[in-house]
């Protein structure tokens, strides 16, 4: 099992990234996945999670109404698009599938 991650960056408050996680090893169609943050001196928390259809998805409430996740099955790809960002989301972002952990993307808002 291996996820490629991209799309991280630094922003301005309110500005937006779109993080990318291109799986392979598994059936990615079969399985629901999530993207999880790291901040400095934080322990790892749970952003969202995604059904294996794309059809639910969840959200911790801190990022709920300013964030998106989706997933193209088709391409093997998971996607994170966060919108009016803010300094507290400054972190660094993984995909994650079981006990399978990308290697992590920084997101850094300032300005």
């Known amino acids: 099992v291996q996820f490629v991650e991209s799309g991280g960056g630094s922003v301005q408050p309110g500005g937006s990234l779109r993080l990318s996680c291109i799986a392979s090893g598994f059936d990615f169609n079969s399985y629901p996945m999530s993207w999880y943050r790291q901040a400095p001196d934080q322990k790892r928390e749970l952003v969202a999670s995604?059904?294996?259809?794309?059809?639910?998805?969840d959200y911790a409430d801190s990022v709920y109404g300013r964030f998106t996740i989706s997933r193209d099955n088709t391409k093997n790809a998971l996607y994170l698009q966060m919108n009016d960002l803010k300094f507290e989301d400054t972190a660094v972002y993984y995909c994650?599938?079981?006990?399978?952990w990308g290697q992590g993307t920084q997101v850094t808002v300032s300005s």
């Open positions: 994650k599938f079981g006990s399978t």
């Open positions: 995604i059904t294996s259809g794309g059809g639910s998805a």
